[in-house]
């Protein structure tokens, strides 16, 4: 008879592993048995409601009305200065100058009085510093940023105070940005997604100014160096102005350097106004835009829902983690993961100073846009009609508080909640009891948001693809409405 070899596994292997080695057995005596580990598959899990407290910057107010929010944070020798200003963005543009705010923005590093484009984009290289601002459509703020190392920061300051204060926006300039902008416009009407946007924006927008997201070639060619000029001089001024300033620096070398560099910035009369808010439409309407031999539909479809500063934000905000914010949602489950019908499937939704707009898209093969369009129904009605497991809703609020508290270890993204409750006028403890607002919300409260906010009987429904392929699957949702690529109403 063949005896078996023995193995000896050495005590740190057993330990290693997790296990507990077998004790040598004595004469005849029967071995003890072994605890063995049970795996459930699962991580742990804290039942805890994450506690905050977000260190808040200090508050001052200049004499020209800018407020300034300093937040001190050492461990990098680096500054970042970001300075939002209301009433500079698209949604104040003239009617026949739009995407004025965003070239104005955009021209602002292309020359002053002292320094050419060139000089700015080199000494800011040999600074390592960052200079510039944005601003577009939708919008009521133009944003202007600045950022460099602590020990040169006096040098880099100045650069960016000579931009945002003395931009001079040379002609040459502006006509080669004038130009790869047109190009731009006529490139983008070759891309689905951005025909999607458009359309759905104009639908559930309407007249609104916020209906808009790019410019045109007549007001681009309507916007002159001088209309920039007089933008800049009524708009960028610092009553309407909140300055976020993070990094290696304190408020007393701070402010003392702030007061003189704006000494000549004055207050102005202006004030924003708050955004009108934009009209619900009632009925449901289909809009498809035809893309002859496209091999994909892309779908976009919602309305307006609510803005910043409604009390039903946290529980939307919930709704949408579990209806469709990302790759473990319902949507997203379901389109892709079950049916295969596409790479991705989303809601989402935004809220400003006004009322924006929840969506839900995708992008489906052109021979499934029936079934994605049933399936996305389904799971409006889902949500609407039956309140989600306690199981799976908490799994979401879990998700929304970790990326909340994975957010907070960054210095700049402490400075962004800080201007965001400035701007919208939050609480002052806001951001503090955020994670308990989320973990509060319940079934309840995601059934009652979505049977407010997101009916199916004024829903608006874009699809972008081949009409001669997906008009008959559409037509089964409302009135549908044909345009071609150039957005004109296909007879």
Same mark, same amino acid.
């Given at each position: @008879?063949?005896?078996?070899?023995?193995?000896?596994?050495?005590?740190?292997?057993?330990?290693?592993?997790?296990?507990?080695?077998?004790?040598p @057995?004595?004469?005849?005596?029967?071995? #003890?048995?072994?605890?063995?580990?049970?795996?459930?598959? #699962?991580?742990?899990?804290?039942?805890?409601v994450?506690?905050?407290?977000?260190?808040?910057?200090?508050? /001052?107010?200049?004499?020209?009305?800018?407020t300034?929010?300093i937040?001190?944070?050492?461990?990098?020798?680096?500054? $970042?200065?970001?300075?939002?200003?209301?009433?500079?963005?698209?949604?104040?543009?003239?009617?026949?100058?739009?995407g004025?705010? $965003?070239?104005?923005?955009?021209?602002?590093?292309?020359?002053?009085?002292?320094?050419?484009?060139?000089?700015?984009?080199?000494?800011?290289?040999?600074?390592?510093?960052?200079?510039?601002?944005?601003? &577009?459509? &939708?919008?009521?703020?133009?944003?202007?940023?600045?950022?460099?190392?602590?020990?040169?920061f006096?040098?880099?300051?100045?650069?960016?105070?000579?931009?945002?204060?003395?931009?001079?926006?040379?002609a040459?300039?502006?006509?080669?940005? #004038?130009?790869?902008?047109?190009?731009?416009?006529r490139?983008?009407?070759?891309?689905?997604?951005?025909?999607?946007?458009?359309?759905?924006?104009?639908?559930?927008?309407?007249?609104?100014?916020? $209906?808009?997201? $790019?410019?045109?070639?007549e007001?681009?060619?309507?916007?002159?160096?001088?209309a920039m000029?007089?933008?800049?001089?009524?708009? %960028?001024?610092?009553?309407? &102005?909140?300055?976020?300033?993070?990094?290696?620096?304190?408020?007393?070398?701070?402010?003392?350097?702030?007061?003189?560099?704006?000494?000549?910035?004055? #207050?102005?009369?202006?004030?924003?106004q708050?955004?009108?808010?934009?009209?619900l439409?009632?009925?449901?309407?289909?809009?498809?835009?035809?893309?002859?031999?496209?091999?994909?539909?892309?779908?976009? =479809?919602g309305?307006?829902?609510?803005?910043?500063?409604?009390?039903?934000? /946290?529980?939307?905000?919930? =709704?949408?983690?579990v209806?469709?914010?990302?790759?473990?949602?319902?949507?997203?489950?379901?389109?892709?993961?079950?049916? &295969?019908?596409?790479?991705?499937? %989303?809601?989402?939704?935004?809220?400003?100073? %006004?009322?924006?707009?929840?969506?839900?898209?995708?992008?489906?093969?052109?021979?499934?846009?029936?079934?994605? =369009?049933?399936?996305?129904?389904?799971?409006?009605?889902? +949500?609407?009609?039956?309140?989600?497991?306690?199981?799976?809703?908490?799994?979401?609020?879990?998700?929304?508080?970790?990326?909340?508290?994975?957010?907070?270890?960054?210095?700049?993204?402490?400075?962004?909640?800080?201007?965001?409750?400035?701007?919208?006028?939050?609480?002052?403890? %806001?951001?503090?009891?955020?994670?308990?607002?989320?973990?509060?919300v319940?079934?309840?409260? /995601?059934?009652?948001?979505?049977?407010?906010?997101?009916?199916?009987?004024?829903?608006?429904?874009?699809?972008?693809g081949?009409?001669?392929? +997906?008009?008959?699957? @559409?037509?089964?949702?409302?009135?549908?409405?044909?345009?071609?690529?150039?957005?004109?109403?296909?007879?």
């Amino acid at each position: @008879m063949r005896t078996m070899p023995i193995c000896l596994i050495p005590v740190g292997l057993w330990m290693a592993w997790g296990q507990t080695p077998p004790m040598p @057995m004595a004469g005849n005596a029967p071995p #003890k048995k072994e605890a063995k580990d049970v795996f459930k598959n #699962k991580a742990p899990v804290s039942q805890e409601v994450l506690r905050v407290k977000l260190p808040k910057p200090v508050e /001052v107010h200049l004499e020209n009305g800018l407020t300034v929010l300093i937040l001190e944070d050492h461990r990098l020798p680096q500054i $970042s200065m970001s300075l939002g200003m209301r009433g500079a963005g698209g949604l104040d543009e003239p009617a026949n100058l739009k995407g004025l705010a $965003s070239v104005t923005a955009t021209m602002l590093r292309e020359g002053t009085a002292t320094r050419t484009s060139k000089q700015i984009a080199d000494e800011a290289d040999r600074l390592a510093a960052s200079v510039g601002g944005t601003s &577009g459509f &939708g919008v009521t703020e133009a944003n202007f940023s600045m950022s460099g190392l602590s020990d040169n920061f006096d040098r880099w300051f100045a650069l960016g105070v000579d931009v945002l204060l003395h931009p001079s926006f040379p002609a040459d300039e502006w006509n080669k940005l #004038k130009q790869r902008q047109l190009v731009s416009l006529r490139q983008q009407r070759t891309s689905a997604a951005f025909l999607a946007n458009e359309r759905f924006s104009k639908a559930v927008f309407g007249s609104h100014p916020a $209906s808009l997201i $790019s410019a045109t070639a007549e007001s681009l060619e309507a916007i002159t160096p001088e209309a920039m000029k007089k933008w800049h001089d009524e708009r %960028y001024v610092p009553q309407n &102005g909140v300055l976020g300033v993070v990094g290696d620096v304190t408020p007393a070398q701070l402010l003392p350097k702030l007061k003189e560099a704006f000494a000549s910035w004055k #207050k102005t009369d202006l004030h924003p106004q708050t955004p009108a808010k934009p009209t619900l439409t009632e009925e449901v309407r289909v809009l498809l835009v035809n893309r002859p031999s496209s091999v994909q539909t892309n779908l976009v =479809m919602g309305n307006i829902a609510i803005d910043r500063r409604s009390p039903d934000y /946290v529980a939307f905000t919930v =709704m949408h983690e579990v209806l469709g914010a990302g790759s473990t949602a319902r949507l997203f489950n379901n389109l892709r993961e079950d049916k &295969g019908y596409t790479y991705g499937a %989303y809601s989402g939704f935004t809220a400003g100073s %006004y009322p924006g707009a929840w969506r839900a898209n995708s992008e489906v093969r052109t021979e499934v846009t029936e079934g994605a =369009m049933k399936e996305f129904f389904n799971e409006f009605k889902r +949500i609407r009609d039956e309140k989600p497991p306690v199981s799976e809703l908490e799994e979401k609020k879990r998700s929304v508080v970790a990326r909340f508290a994975l957010s907070i270890e960054s210095p700049q993204q402490l400075l962004n909640y800080a201007i965001q409750r400035k701007f919208y006028d939050l609480p002052e403890n %806001y951001w503090d009891t955020y994670p308990a607002q989320i973990s509060a919300v319940t079934p309840e409260d /995601v059934q009652r948001v979505a049977r407010k906010y997101l009916s199916l009987d004024n829903i608006q429904i874009v699809a972008v693809g081949d009409a001669t392929k +997906i008009k008959s699957v @559409m037509e089964t949702y409302g009135k549908i409405t044909v345009y071609d690529a150039d957005g004109k109403v296909v007879p």
